[in-house]
């Protein structure tokens, strides 16, 4: 029972003596505000900033949200392509590689010169950075299909569809699941990185307007706004995962003789 | 009573470049309502045989008929099971077991119709070999031999006319597995289905076949078959009598034989 406890408590407590260990250290080595404020000054910014801050966050989570949810569309689609396959697979994952591994601050300039400074590359941008893992992952449930189950099925006569909607897709949920929180949490990079280069809302705009104002507390704020939103994001995927694939992660055990 | 099965002069190879000769010059045939075994030493083909029969695999020359007709795409009359018992974790066992008939026509037509009906089959097929309060359970909270009783159970759901076993008790404890035989030779005796059980287990294919074939090494064809006639239903204790055991070890002789007979030059040539 204590260690239940204990074990609820200890993000909250390890978080805590972080912020502690923060305050004492910029308080005992006396470092200026402007290098690295303490969290006692964050804090007090984030309270007077209040207004700003909650019109800029909620501009990014909406962002966020947007291009998150266009990449799971179009990542679920891809994996299903990718992953069912042998073809798509051996044609397409190589470009999939290669794409990710394009740093995408070097995209948002291109973003821009197409579609303008403003809200569409900052979502573009989100979707650009999270769709990968959701990608691989759900390639990877389908393309994991046990040899004997797909006998079992094509000898009745199944089509490559049926496998996929009967075994394909349900294998690879719990993937998907793994991978949303991945993503979710890469789509805030996303849309953060797009808004600070090319915006005029959003938390990352804030940040960079902060910073050349010289309003360092503030730009903690944003950063840790940020944080914040994003354990939220994974939480609630997390918390989704472990409801909707409850049969992957076993947690109950039955007593079974034979 | 005709053959249901007819193998013909079948050879199969695998790979393009380096083809690997798996079967050659296999001839078999298998009667309607019959139990045969496939006994044979490991890597002889008798997968492939199994891939062959079901549709899976064409077969690289030579004729594979069955019902009187050329196989030539899956078979929706045969039912199978293997030594893994792959069934799937997020569906009850039930829902497993009655996974064919979503996919094997005319059910899948009636399958929403008729769904009481269709449970109904499914859980009178679980009572019978021994899981009729499992079927709300997933397959996780089942042990390892109920999982193969379950397996068994999807492979006949359909009413197949040929089950086709790969090995389907060879992850199994010994008690368990003499258990499971049982199981089947029930099953079997209820509904006589065209039964061929694939394994390397010279006892096992003695006690639940009526014919065992054997195979040889790769590449795989049928060397010998012996009848056993011992009346059914048969019982482990009947494992122990002579007639029981003379089967047993005229086959295991006959493999043996022929391994060392072909070892000194098996790697130097292979016979045509």
């Known amino acids: 029972m204590r260690s239940e406890l204990l074990e609820r408590a200890v993000p909250w407590i390890a978080s805590f003596a972080l912020l502690l260990l923060w ?79 394009v740093p995408k601050v070097a995209i948002v300039p291109v973003l821009v010169i197409w579609f303008g400074i403003g809200t569409l590359p900052a979502v573009l941008t989100a979707f650009l950075m999270s769709f990968f893992p959701i ?18 099925l094509r000898s009745l006569g199944a089509k490559p569809r049926d496998i996929i909607v009967k075994v394909g897709l349900p294998r690879a949920l719990p993937y998907f699941f793994a991978s949303l929180k991945v993503a979710i949490t890469l789509a805030f990079v996303g849309s953060v990185i797009s808004e600070s280069i090319a915006s005029n809302r959003g938390i990352g705009t804030m940040m960079v307007q902060a910073s050349s104002d010289f309003r360092i507390a503030l730009v903690f704020a944003g950063l840790i706004v940020t944080a914040v939103m994003g354990i939220a994001m994974y939480a609630g995927f997390a918390m989704l995962e472990l409801r909707t694939t409850r049969w992957a992660t076993r947690r109950m055990d039955f007593d079974a003789d034979d | 009573m005709g053959s249901l099965l007819q193998m013909r002069g079948v050879r199969l190879t695998y790979g393009r470049r380096r083809p690997t000769l798996a079967l050659e010059g ?24 199994m891939k062959l029969v079901t549709g899976l695999r064409r077969p690289t020359a030579g004729s594979i008929a069955v019902a009187g007709k050329e196989v030539n795409g899956p078979l929706k009359i045969v039912g199978m099971a293997f030594q893994n018992p792959t069934l799937l974790p997020w569906r009850t066992t039930l829902s497993n077991v009655m996974l064919p008939l979503e996919i094997v026509e005319p059910h899948r037509q ?112 049928i060397i010998s078959t012996h009848d056993v006639p011992i009346e059914r239903p048969r019982r482990p204790r009947m494992a122990y009598e002579p007639r029981f055991v003379d089967i047993v070890a005229g086959i295991r002789e006959e493999i043996r034989g022929k391994r060392e007979e072909r070892s000194p030059t098996a790697a130097a040539e292979e016979p045509a």
Not at chain 1, 74 to 81: F, K, Q, Y
Not at chain 1, 82 to 90: P, Q
Not at chain 2, 28 to 49: M, R, Y
């Open chain 1, 23 to 101: 305050e004492i250290g910029c308080t005992l080595f006396n470092v200026p505000e402007f290098v690295l404020p303490k969290p006692t000054v964050v804090a007090a910014a984030l309270v007077q900033w209040a207004g700003p801050i909650w019109f800029h966050a909620s501009h990014t989570l909406v962002t966020t949200i947007l291009g998150f949810a266009i990449s799971v569309v179009a990542g679920v689609l891809i994996g299903i392509a990718v992953g069912s396959s042998r073809l798509a697979y051996r044609g397409f994952y190589p470009m999939l590689v290669g794409f990710n591994s």
């Open chain 2, 26 to 49: 296999l001839d078999l045939a298998i009667d309607e309502g019959a139990f045969v075994a496939v006994v044979g030493p490991s890597g002889c083909g008798k997968s492939s045989l």
């Open chain 1, 135 to 152: 990608a691989v992952n759900v390639a990877t449930g389908l393309a994991t299909v046990e040899p004997e189950m797909e006998d079992v």
């Open chain 2, 110 to 221: 009636r399958l929403r119709r008729e769904r009481a009906r269709y449970r109904q089959q499914a859980n009178a097929l679980l009572a019978l070999v021994g899981l009729e309060n499992f079927g709300e359970k997933y397959p996780w909270q089942l042990s390892g031999g109920m999982q193969q009783r379950a397996s068994l159970c999807r492979s006949l759901i359909h009413e197949p006319a040929l089950l086709m076993l790969d090995e389907p008790f060879g992850a199994l404890d010994a008690f368990t597995r003499e258990e499971l035989w049982d199981v089947l030779q029930e099953l079997w005796m209820r509904r006589r289905f065209t039964t061929v059980l694939v394994t390397h287990d010279l006892r096992e294919a003695v006690y639940l076949a009526d014919t065992v074939h054997v195979m040889s090494s790769r590449p795989g064809r």
